[in-house]
């Protein structure tokens, strides 16, 4: 067990849209340390983006990313030998990087040739509530909502 909490590392904003989020993200989509490469791949999807749908590619960005955070989840918890997935509310800072995740994992999975094109087909697809992300969320809260007789086992 650790000895005191670690402290809390704060991000500095991304240097075109002055957001800490971005930079969440594109931390998360970085391969090797390349910062920039992650960088022009997360700017050139939002342009994408922002050519397909005609309206502003990082508010998109923002509502798919929306779309995607959970609220609950379960989680494996041993009671008399027995282990019940228990439904728990999920944390602000967790929904983010959960959400974060699962856009870059279904994003790397999607079918087009580059990857700033597959980001831009993730994103616009979950903004509109489909596309795999957005499965994942769904199937996620689907089984918190089956285990819900469980609830009572929560720590």
């Known amino acids: 067990m650790r000895k005191a909490k670690p402290k809390k590392r704060y991000i500095l904003p991304d240097p075109i849209y002055g957001?800490?989020?971005?930079?969440?993200?594109?931390?998360?989509?970085?391969i090797d340390g390349k910062k920039s490469i992650s960088y022009a791949i997360f700017y050139d999807a939002v342009k994408i983006v922002e050519d397909k749908t005609g309206e502003n590619g990082l508010e998109i960005w923002k509502t798919a990313?929306?779309?995607?955070?959970?609220?609950?989840?379960?989680?494996?918890?041993r009671v008399g030998g027995a282990t019940f997935q228990v439904p728990i509310e999920v944390r602000p800072d967790r929904k983010i990087s959960l959400g974060i995740k699962w856009m870059i994992r279904y994003a790397?999975?999607?079918?087009?040739?580059t990857m700033k094109e597959r980001l831009a087909g993730?994103?616009?697809?979950?903004?509109?509530?489909?596309?795999?992300?957005?499965?994942?969320?769904d199937d996620i809260h689907r089984m918190?909502?089956?285990?819900?007789?469980?609830?009572?086992?929560?720590?």
């Open 19 to 30: 957001d800490t989020l971005v930079t969440k993200f594109v931390n998360n989509l970085m």
């Open 122 to 137: 993730e994103i616009i697809a979950a903004s509109k509530g489909e596309g795999a992300s957005v499965k994942k969320k």
């Open 108 to 113: 790397r999975m999607r079918g087009e040739k």
């Open 65 to 77: 990313l929306g779309n995607i955070t959970p609220s609950v989840e379960v989680k494996s918890r």
């Open 144 to 155: 918190a909502e089956a285990n819900k007789a469980f609830s009572h086992f929560r720590f």
